[in-house]
């Protein structure tokens, strides 16, 4: 071999500088995120046209509809993994923003008790029922999580503790939109139909619908009373994210103890979790002024819509088929069954 071709061959490759291959890290978010970004504006603007649609609702279904009508390049990737994990956790912690431990005790122990019922028996439910229809534990978590708590937030959180394979994910934020949406008509009927009051309609829905927003377009067909409650009590449903998310996160340190297998352990407590404990108590103290919340709430709606916007892009037609009936048949069954544990709820502390 020729020396000078041989003194190429064998000198070792320089590497980048660490600054350099940060920045290189960086701007290849740039593309997925700034996509996400304008799925999020589109999300938000549309929301405000019909104030009846959630954000996130629409965030999702217009990034299915961009999934399953265009193809992406590859370069979009790395930012829209980073909207679908980093950016949705930021979202979910800022959620704590919108809780008061006085709104939560306010309620009352009975109505408390009911929430903490529904979202414990609820999710105990949908792993029974999904280990008898034969489903994975990751996907009935999942499932679990989002129709027990707080719809597609608590699936992404869910997910972001136990590792659930892409499919999983994506299917069971298909079901929270799609079972979720077909609540929204539901329960005003048939709180109607039982003869439930104002308040009694609203704690229904509060504490049986899946998302925040879908709880508020049922609340507001029922009237501003029922409105009213049914949001706080939705919202105490989204404060047992928090120990969810802990009891998941010891269960998956267990685990990984307990295997042979070289798993990277998740935290004790997940950071996102403690960060949205952490705003709910600042939010409680009364020092921050309504500007400062307005915009939070303003910044975690997009932060959120961005997310779901990375989600919906995941949500393709191939995908839901091939996943087979029994997640559809499992999403039916947690809808019903969280449905009647929160009615039995509703009329006995009534």
């Known amino acids: 071999m020729n020396s000078d071709v041989k003194s190429v061959v064998d000198k070792p490759a320089v590497a980048s500088p660490a600054p ?3 920045w290189a890290s960086i701007t290849a978010l ?16 549309v929301g405000r046209l019909f104030s009846a649609v959630s954000p996130l609702l629409i965030a999702i279904l217009a990034g299915a509809i961009v999934a399953n009508t265009v193809t992406l390049p590859a370069k979009f990737q790395p930012g829209l993994t980073f909207s679908s994990k980093r950016l949705l956790r ?46 994975s534990w990751t996907q009935r978590i999942l499932i679990a999580c989002g129709f027990s708590i707080c719809g597609a937030a608590a699936v992404a959180a869910a997910d972001g503790v136990v590792n659930a394979k892409e499919e999983e994910l994506l299917t069971a934020v298909a079901l929270v939109v799609i079972f979720g949406t077909l609540m929204i008509p539901t329960i005003p009927l048939l709180a109607r139909s039982f003869g439930l009051d104002d308040v009694s ?15 508020v377009a049922a609340g507001s067909a029922l009237g501003a009373t029922a409105l009213g409650v049914a949001t706080i009590v939705k919202l105490a449903r989204v404060l047992m994210l928090a120990p969810v998310m802990a009891f998941l996160s010891i269960r998956q340190r267990a685990m990984s103890d307990n295997s042979n297998l070289q798993v990277k352990r998740p935290p004790l407590v997940p950071l996102f979790t403690l960060a949205f404990i952490a705003f709910m108590g600042l939010r409680s103290t009364g020092l ?21 916007f990375a989600l919906g892009l995941g949500v393709r037609l191939s995908v839901i088929r091939g996943v087979g009936v029994r997640p559809f048949v499992l999403a039916a069954l947690s809808t019903v069954w969280v449905a009647l544990i929160a009615l039995v709820g509703v009329v006995l502390v009534s």
């Open 201 to 215: 309609a609203g704690m229904w829905a509060g504490g049986s619908i899946h998302e925040v927003a879908q709880v």
């Open 288 to 308: 921050l002024p309504e500007e400062v919340l307005g915009v939070a709430k303003t910044v975690q709606t997009a932060l959120l819509a961005a997310a779901m």
């Open 90 to 135: 930021i979202g979910i912690a800022l959620l704590g923003l919108q809780l008061m431990f006085s709104d939560i005790v306010g309620l009352g122990w009975g109505v408390i008790a009911v929430v903490v019922a529904i979202v414990v028996l609820g999710i105990a439910g949908t792993m029974y029922a999904g280990k008898l229809l034969g489903l």
């Open 20 to 22: 350099v291959r940060r």
């Open 30 to 45: 740039v593309p997925g995120v700034a996509l996400c970004a304008v799925g999020a504006a589109i999300a938000l603007g």
